[in-house]
């Protein structure tokens, strides 16, 4: 069922995505939208498209150059539902990479029911607190964007379309951020 056809890029045209203009602070924009969005479908809505291919994407240019670009998602036919447990298990995986605590980590994945029944639970811990003392997984700081395009409030068209948020990031990275009192939750779902 087909409700609009919103015209775009697709997502993975280099070219005529130069040619419009897209630059690369606005492909940086793009992809945290994309990151928002489906942790909002994620989080919020416990619904997400599960065929995220660059044919399912494009990017919506305008030619108002004070409205950054938008994501668009074409064709959600194919889709899943989350439960409660596996949303609230997605969230608690990010914010244990975010303090880099493997045993909140396994405790996620034990919550999200994606761990065997007889998993050895202390190997899975060994595996991810390696993986956090190697390094092989950082965190990286998050890009201030200055350009008044991408602050809320600018000249944006839809009520449900992303708006970047308008608070500064703290200076300090993100494994140092404390989320308190269910925060994140709110955080992930504000727009």
Same mark, same amino acid.
Request: hydrophobic share 35%; net charge negative; charged share 35%.
């Given at each position: 069922l087909v409700m609009e056809f919103v015209p775009s890029i697709k997502v993975s045209n280099d070219a005529k995505l130069d040619s419009a203009g897209i630059t690369q602070e606005d492909r940086e924009y793009l992809a945290e939208a994309l990151a928002r969005s489906y942790l909002r479908q994620f989080v919020t809505n416990r619904f997400f498209s599960t065929d995220p291919h660059? =044919?399912?994407? =494009?990017?919506?240019? #305008?030619?108002?150059? @004070? %409205?950054?670009? %938008?994501?668009?998602?074409? @064709?959600?036919g194919q889709a899943c539902t989350l439960s409660k447990d596996q949303s609230l298990g997605i969230l608690e995986v990010i914010e244990s990479i975010i303090d880099l605590d493997a045993k909140k980590s396994v405790s996620a994945f034990n919550r999200m029911g994606v761990l065997k029944d007889n998993a @050895?639970? @202390?190997k899975v811990l060994a595996k991810v607190q390696s993986n956090y003392d190697s390094g092989r997984l950082k965190v990286k700081k998050r890009k201030v964007r200055n350009s008044a395009k991408y602050q809320k409030g600018s000249k944006q068209s839809t009520v449900n379309e992303y708006q970047p948020p308008t608070k500064q990031v703290p200076e300090a990275p993100l494994s *140092? !951020? /404390? !989320? /308190?009192?269910?925060?994140? *939750?709110? !955080? #992930?779902? /504000? =727009?």
């Open positions: 660059p =044919g399912n994407l =494009g990017v919506e240019v #305008f030619n108002d150059e @004070d %409205r950054p670009p %938008r994501l668009v998602f074409y @064709d959600f @050895d639970l @202390d *140092k !951020i /404390e !989320i /308190e009192n269910n925060s994140a *939750k709110k !955080i #992930f779902t /504000e =727009g």
